[in-house]
T-cell receptor, first 114, second 114 residues
C-alpha cells in the first residue's frame, strides 16, 4: 500500500449504530487530519493530530470521537449520528516541522446515515 | 484571517481549449498556495503548490499556476483541455501564522465538452 488509505470506502449506518472509520498513512508523516466534505459546502477541518497528540478540535460534536494510536493510524469513532452527518470523510497526513506542511489525502469514506 | 475565493463554481470548456480556473486569496502574511483536484468518488490529489521563489509553478498533468502578489491571485491554467481533466478543483491557502492550517475554497467543477 502506498500513500494514504481509508477503510471502509462506503458505510451506511442507522442513527443508533456505532461504527469506526480507519485511516492509515504510508508516507512516514507525523501529522494526521480528519475533514468532512458535504455537498455544496467547503471542506471542514474536524481534527488534527500532530506527533500523536490532538492539537485541534474544531467544535465537532461529541458523537465524533477521534483516536490516534500511533503516527501511522487514525480512527474516527461514530455513535448516534444524525442524517446531516452524511458526507464524505477525508483523512490526510503531512510532515510538520519542515517548513511547508503539504497535506496528502486518502480516497475518503462515503458515509450515509439513515 | 486567511481565506480563498474561487470565481465560478462551474467552468465548461471544449476539448483542446484553454483551461483557466480562478483563485484569489486573502492573507496578511506571505501565503503558501495549493491546487488540488478531486475526481468523482475519490479524495483530493495535489496538483501543484507555491511556497517561495519562482512565481510560475508547474504541476502534474500539464497544469500550471502563477502567484501574483499584487493581484492576490493564484489562477490555474492548462493550454489544452483533455476529457480526463473533468473534475472538481480546489484552491487552498496556508500560512505559518496560522500553523500551516489549510483553508480551502469552495471548489470549481470543470466540465470538458467533446
Amino acid at each position: 500500500e502506498t500513500g494514504v488509505t481509508q477503510t471502509p470506502r462506503h458505510l451506511v449506518m442507522g442513527m443508533t449504530n456505532k461504527k469506526s472509520l480507519k485511516c492509515e498513512q504510508h508516507l512516514g508523516h507525523n501529522a494526521m487530519y480528519w475533514y468532512k466534505q458535504s455537498a455544496k459546502k467547503p471542506l471542514e477541518l474536524m481534527f488534527v493530530y500532530s506527533l500523536e497528540e490532538r492539537v485541534e478540535n474544531n467544535s465537532v460534536p461529541s458523537r465524533f470521537s477521534p483516536e490516534c494510536p500511533n503516527s501511522s493510524h487514525l480512527f474516527l469513532h461514530l455513535h448516534t449520528l444524525q442524517p446531516e452527518d452524511s458526507a464524505l470523510y477525508l483523512c490526510a497526513s503531512s510532515q510538520v516541522g519542515t517548513g511547508v506542511d503539504t497535506q496528502y489525502f486518502g480516497p475518503g469514506t462515503r458515509l450515509t446515515v439513515l | 484571517a486567511q481565506s480563498v475565493t474561487q470565481l465560478g463554481s462551474h467552468v465548461s470548456v471544449s476539448e483542446g481549449a484553454l483551461v483557466l480556473l480562478r483563485c484569489n486569496y486573502s492573507s496578511s502574511v506571505p501565503p503558501y498556495l495549493f491546487w488540488y483536484v478531486q475526481y468523482p468518488n475519490q479524495g483530493l490529489q495535489l496538483l501543484l503548490k507555491y511556497t517561495t521563489g519562482a512565481t510560475l509553478v508547474k504541476g502534474i498533468n500539464g497544469f500550471e499556476a502563477e502567484f501574483k502578489k499584487s493581484e492576490t491571485s493564484f489562477h490555474l491554467t492548462k493550454p489544452s483541455a483533455h476529457m480526463s481533466d473533468a473534475a472538481e478543483y480546489f484552491c487552498a491557502v496556508s500560512t505559518m501564522e496560522y500553523g500551516n492550517k489549510l483553508v480551502f475554497g469552495a471548489g470549481t467543477i470543470l466540465r470538458v465538452k467533446s
